[in-house]
């Protein structure tokens, strides 16, 4: 079908949506995106931003922005009680943008709703999606804004509507997989005499299967994420909370849909797929589906989408697990090798390569 005359609805306005919407109106196409909230996303776990996202959303100009607003994090500290044992160093990377770039996710979403604007497609916010019929040559949705309800016609629809997805459910897709009993919690805090390397990730591990992470994400403003009720408190060192900007607790899931397409529906983001925030790869798979449904829109391959997508997906569910159960045992032997391959990638640099290519997206 010629891009500039197909009829496209995409449900969801997070950067999987976004990207997506973006990626086609740069190929002349002009889609609907819908989404049930009031607006970008208060918060979420989501801030790095990988080197190949920001290649795939630089020839729309989000990149730029990206750049300008973001924080270019090049270390990740990796300590086990009060000891360092690694160093990730992400200018080893052999690439342009040598860093994960650090952004909250509302303000990803907003710049990325801002350009797509330009494209003279606004986002429809508080709009939701009621139902799905498919037919032969299209796809009938129902969709409702200020309990007025419109049915349209489609010749597909993109769900990138989170992991409660309605495209998904409407579609009949089974959403497999398991969500972990341990609640985890997320607070972005203002803090003053910062103890650590300015503008790196610090990661703590102790030997009770606590865990906390923290990362830069402005001036003086960081977001830590733990295993525990408080983040905060598994971020040793002598610093002061000046205020406490937004708290959460979540849990953790490994669920992944049984295929990414039935019919002229199609999937991305965390409505195919859902694991945990550790490797920095969840918002940056959700960009990839989208450029990759775009994509394939324009060479008429839609076919082949969840063959391209879905092993990719579920190669990160696994890795994600994997390094979940690590980080969080409290196996001896298990410590011991954790603690090994800690200080061995520290010692030898050219180890790192091949994992922070992972992280990048430059590898799978």
Known sequence: MPREKASILIVGAGPTGLTAALELARGGALPR???EKDG?????????????????????GVSRQLLAEGLKVRHAHFHVEARELLTIDFSLLPHRYNFLLSLPQRDTERIMADTLATFGIDVEW????????????????RISRSGDE???????????????????????????????????????AEIASWPYEPGAAQAFVNRGGDVGFIIPIGDGRFRSVSNTPD???????????????????FHIPAKQARRYQAGRVFLGGDAAHVHSPLGARGMNLGIEDAASLARRFGDG????YTDERRPVGHRWIELSERILSTV??????????RSLAMTTIGRFPVLQKPLIERVAGLRE
């Open 231 to 249: 983040a905060l408190a598994q971020v040793p060192g002598n610093y002061r909370v000046s205020k406490v900007l937004r708290t959460d607790r």
């Open 301 to 304: 391959t839609l076919d082949g």
């Open 33 to 35: 995106i819908i989404d």
């Open 150 to 188: 419109e049915r349209q016609n489609f010749d597909i629809v993109f769900g990138a509507d989170g992991p409660e997805s309605s495209v998904r459910k409407s579609s009949g897709i089974e959403f497999e997989g398991y969500t972990h009993k341990r609640q985890w919690s997320i607070t972005d």
């Open 40 to 60: 970008p996303t208060a918060l979420s776990k989501a801030v790095g931003i990988s080197a190949h996202s920001l290649d795939i959303l630089e020839a729309s």
């Open 328 to 337: 969080q045992s409290t196996n001896i032997f298990v410590q011991t090798f």
């Open 126 to 141: 508080r709009t939701e999606l009621v139902g799905l019929t498919q037919h032969a040559d299209k796809v009938e949705a």
